[in-house]
């Protein structure tokens, strides 16, 4: 066991380092994203001040030519090439980035070049491979064109050339100005004297030539002359509007990052690149670092779970002990007897179920307090296990019931068995200086392949003692005859089975009148129950059968759905909210499972938490009140009030009741009626109204049916009436009727 529970220890730790890495893949991740995005979106910020700057750059110079083309248009230099030398050269000063100004016909022939001064042999434009188209566009149209940058032998310069035909005043082109701009000067295209590291800007061409690239890694020959990348070409070619997209690309061999803007007035794309490594090794910088951190973080996890399982192995019997065991006596506890139960069946094997139920143990608890009881349990719990096998199961039930399991033995050795148990009751107990004395009722039943159910077999077991309790501190082994007794209580359960299909079940509610203005002010929703054979049932005898079965659960759901769907209607119909109480049995909550039951059904309502209550009563506490307080504290929370109805009928303490979650305190209806029997009933009803007052609790007074109880009930200051002196139970339509009366 102890080996096992450190392989389930270290796979916490497994699953928690998984679960910290994996976690750390989904930062890292994002963290590298969000890198990526920071690289992507500086990319993108320098691209645009590029463009910028381009179009800036080229307009500029557009705006050059037009002003200089008809400036030499005016003064006649198409046929007398000679009279705009000046012109050119002094714009050809002024404008740095220029390598010249040309002047040409519009076939094309070169009349004029700023930096030659011969004007023989200049070429023709439209000759030349490289600029005859880009002549041709220039020349019909009235914008700039830019031409494929090359090489121009004349000026021994790599440039980019830019043409633009001049009108003159009868509409026709006589012109076309050009000038080439040098890219291998700092002052060409861009403002940007110094790019930042890694960077890269070129400027490319629709046909797929660069028009412009800084910085130059390899010769202007290689960079201007050779064709741009096709596949790269057809990625970047995607992008063909003024917004910016990044994109990954292979440029000689290595990954780069992209942006990509297209610039639709000079049909060129704008790129501005980084190599991928270095964002990865910007990135990898900071992951060293977190990796670091977070291998250290494990380390420390895997010496804290090394010295957790030190401790765990010392606590882990105990821990085991008390999920098994039952706090005060010692002996298994309820859920361990169902998980032994359980395991028996499975494994086929026969045996005895022996339920136990001490005889007047209400009374000892009544009159010498819990203590004394709660030690006498303990004590029947030690002479228990002193008298039996250590082979038998022994568990207590809940209260002052216990539940033994026998192995299959004979039906005399059986009946030995009972007798030694009720043998262990006739030396009384001694309790301090209190001397008590107690007999058991012993039920007994036996477990064979043909009972199939933990039910059937306890409540088999149950039956018989009822039958032992005709006649206490005795045994009765259950038998077919038994059910001849107990033929009402197999009616009443078999009908109750079906009774919600069948529709049988209604609610009627009693009003919850204020006692300062005498208004209602909510309803308790009871229930009723009119059977095709039985008849008329009272909640008396149905309600015990349906908590010894566990139908109880499926009654209580019903009665919270049913009532809810009637009080939304007479809230419609009235136009008056007010607070709805349901009854909830002890059995509703008798298990970790049936509370998560109960607690889904509220939370799963459309009723407002707010309008909602909840009737415990003091039975409930019989067994684990730990559990039973920490779960209402729970209801608590969600904004559901909480009722403690008939106090002083049952288990509580005044210890207890200042421990739980309540908001009203409900007088049994027996001592209103009792009030004026003597003066000791008297001043009990105003001492509960007084405990009440004192730890702010509302308090209701059941059962209040003539005007004298109510007098006197208000002397004492009683907040909240029930009872047939204002209405009786009504059904969903009377309430209706009777709010309405009220009104």
């Known amino acids: 066991m102890s080996k096992l529970k450190e392989v389930n220890f270290w796979l916490v730790y497994i699953v928690v380092s998984v679960l910290i890495l994996t976690a750390a893949i989904f930062i890292f991740y994002y963290e590298w994203i969000i890198n990526k995005n920071k690289y992507a979106q500086n990319l993108t910020n320098f691209n645009k001040i590029s463009v910028q700057s381009t179009i800036s750059s ?36 002024v404008n740095k980035g220029v390598v010249a100004f040309g002047l040409a016909r519009y076939d094309g022939q070169l009349l004029l070049i700023s930096t030659i001064k011969s004007l023989e042999n200049l070429p023709n434009l439209m000759d030349n491979k490289l600029t005859g188209k880009s002549f041709a566009k220039a020349r019909d149209s009235q914008k700039m064109h830019l031409g494929r940058t090359y090489y121009m032998e004349e000026l021994g310069k790599w440039v980019i050339p830019i043409r633009m035909g001049i009108q003159d005043k009868t509409g026709k082109t006589p012109l076309v100005m050009t000038a080439g701009i040098d890219v291998d000067s700092d002052n060409s295209i861009l403002s940007i004297k110094e790019l930042p590291n890694n960077l890269k800007v070129q400027l490319l061409r629709d046909d797929g030539f660069l028009q412009f690239q800084m910085p130059i890694d390899s010769s202007l020959e290689d960079v201007y002359s050779k064709e741009y990348d096709f596949t790269k070409f057809k990625q970047v070619n995607k992008v063909k509007e003024f917004s910016s997209e990044v994109i990954t690309v292979k440029a000689n061999g290595k990954k780069c990052m992209m942006s990509v803007i297209y610039l639709d007035e000079y049909n060129l794309y704008s790129l501005v690149s980084i190599p991928y490594d270095v964002v990865t090794k910007d990135f990898n910088k900071k992951l060293i670092i977190a990796m670091t951190l977070l291998f250290i973080l494990l380390g420390i996890l895997y010496f804290l779970f090394s010295y957790s399982i030190k401790i765990q192995t010392r606590t882990r019997n105990e821990l085991k002990y008390i999920a098994n065991h039952d706090t005060l006596t010692g002996v298994y506890n309820r859920y361990s007897l169902n998980q032994e139960i359980t395991k028996r069946m499975q494994e086929g094997k026969n045996f005895y179920v022996f339920f136990l139920d001490l005889d007047n143990f209400k009374y000892i608890n009544d009159t010498y307090g819990h203590q004394v009881g709660d030690k006498l349990l303990k004590n029947v719990a030690r002479r228990l296990k002193a008298r039996l096998f250590k082979r038998d199961f022994i568990s207590r039930n809940s209260a002052d019931e216990f539940i033994v399991l026998i192995d299959e033995r004979s039906e005399e050795t059986v009946r030995t068995i009972a007798k030694k148990i009720l043998d262990i009751f006739t030396d009384n107990f001694k309790i301090g200086d209190i001397e008590l004395f107690t007999g058991v009722s012993i039920g007994i039943s036996r477990y064979n392949k043909s009972k199939t159910t933990t039910s059937e077999l306890l409540n088999q077991a149950d039956m018989a003692l009822y039958k032992a309790k005709e006649n206490k501190n005795s045994y009765v082994i259950f038998s077919k005859s038994i059910y001849g007794n107990t033929k009402e209580i197999v009616q009443i359960e078999t009908q109750l089975r079906k009774a919600i299909n069948d529709n049988e079940f209604s609610l009627v509610y009693q009003p919850k009148i204020n006692s300062k203005n005498h208004e209602i002010m909510g309803v308790e929703a009871l229930i009723r129950w009119n059977n095709k054979k039985l008849g008329f049932v009272s909640p008396e005898k149905f309600i015990k059968v349906a908590e010894k079965s566990g139908i109880i659960n499926e009654i209580g759901e019903f009665v919270i759905r049913k009532a809810q769907e009637d009080i939304f209607d007479v809230w419609e119909k009235t136009s008056k909210e007010f607070t709805l109480s349901v009854n909830v049995s002890p059995r509703q909550l008798a298990s970790i499972k049936e509370m998560n039951r109960f607690k889904k059904i509220i939370l799963n309502s459309s009723f407002p938490n707010d309008k909602f209550m909840i009737e415990i009563t003091e039975n409930i506490f019989v067994g684990d009140v730990k559990r039973i307080i920490l779960f209402l504290n729970t209801i608590k929370s969600y904004n559901v009030s909480i009722s403690l109805d008939d106090f002083g009928t049952g288990y509580s303490s005044l210890s207890i009741l200042s421990k739980l979650p309540i ?81």
Request: proline share 2%.
């Open 58 to 93: 080229f307009r500029n110079k557009e705006s050059t030519l037009k002003i200089l083309g008809e400036n030499l248009l005016e003064l006649d230099t198409l046929n007398n090439p000679e009279n705009g030398r000046k012109i050119i050269n002094d714009m050809k000063r």
């Open 663 to 743: 908001s009203e305190l409900k007088i049994d209806k027996s001592f209103i009626h009792n009030m004026f029997l003597n003066d000791e009933n008297m001043k009990l009803v105003k001492s509960i109204v007084n405990i009440g007052k004192d730890i702010n609790l509302k308090v209701v007074a059941e059962g209040v049916e003539e005007q004298k109880e109510l007098e006197l009930l208000e002397s004492f200051g009683c907040d909240i009436y029930q009872g047939y002196y204002f209405s009786k139970p009504l059904s969903k339509e009377e309430l209706i009727n009777f709010i309405k009366s009220k009104i």
